[in-house]
């Protein structure tokens, strides 16, 4: 079992709608956890980061922390053709330096 | 303000080669770590570079070794080549007292043929 799950998709949704992003761990002394976007051929970009639990809003992303149930989410509000790309979450304990990468969900926003 | 910067873009190899793959932080940043990404998976943490020393390593083996230099920049190199490293290696870099804003560079394609 991977430390890390992540639906490789692809998820496709029209333009406008809420996306919904999703990972499970398996580590329950992950404290950090992290979303980031990349596109075709590109390193990833970060969008959000939290500590430990609860919820973080920015723009129209917000990220969430469910460590009860080892679950993250990033939903995207008013999607648009250029949020299509990969989605990555990815986390650590705080104990280290590693962080623990998902596989990856591939998003396509349809115009 | 330069974001991270890698070199080269795109490399192509044959096994048993050695390459070094080069890599220079965000400003204001002091700390390197390098992945390596194969294709359809996440980013696979190699190791990470701080005060010149490496400070934290991955499951990788001996052949991957690195380089920190005096102006923060870092080295990833990589002996022995074998097929299964073909891949994007990434680096990202960090300040030591915030290590949740980790920024990535562009990265370098590697092809082991």
């Known amino acids: 079992q991977k430390e890390v799950e992540q639906d490789p998709g692809p998820l496709s949704v029209p333009e406008g709608a809420i996306v919904s992003l999703n990972c499970t761990y398996s580590?329950?002394?992950?404290?950090?956890f992290m979303w980031y976007r990349q596109y075709s051929r590109k390193g990833p970009e970060l969008l959000m980061y939290?500590?430990?639990?609860g919820n973080k809003e920015d723009g129209r992303f917000t990220a969430q922390v469910d460590k009860s149930s080892k679950y993250i989410s990033l939903f995207i509000r008013d999607s648009q053709p250029s949020d299509s790309a990969t989605y990555l979450c990815a986390m650590r304990t705080s104990g280290t330096y590693k962080y623990i990468f998902g596989t990856g969900t591939r998003l396509k926003v349809l115009a | 303000d330069a974001g991270v910067t890698q070199s080269p873009t795109h490399l192509i190899k044959t096994r048993g080669q050695q390459v070094t793959l080069r890599c220079s932080p965000k400003s204001g940043h002091d700390t390197v770590s390098w992945y390596q990404q194969a294709l359809g998976q996440g980013p696979q943490f190699i190791f990470q570079y701080y005060e010149e020393e490496e400070r934290q390593r991955g499951n990788f083996p001996d052949r991957f070794s690195g380089h920190q230099f005096p102006n923060y920049s870092s080295e990833l190199n990589v002996n022995a080549l074998l097929l299964g490293d073909s891949a994007l290696y990434l680096c990202?870099?960090?300040?030591?007292?915030?290590?949740?804003?980790?920024?990535f560079g562009p990265g370098t394609r590697l092809l082991v043929l």
């Open positions: 990202a870099s960090s300040t030591r007292g915030v290590q949740e804003t980790q920024y």
């Open positions: 580590n329950s002394a992950f404290q950090y």
């Open positions: 939290t500590y430990s639990s």
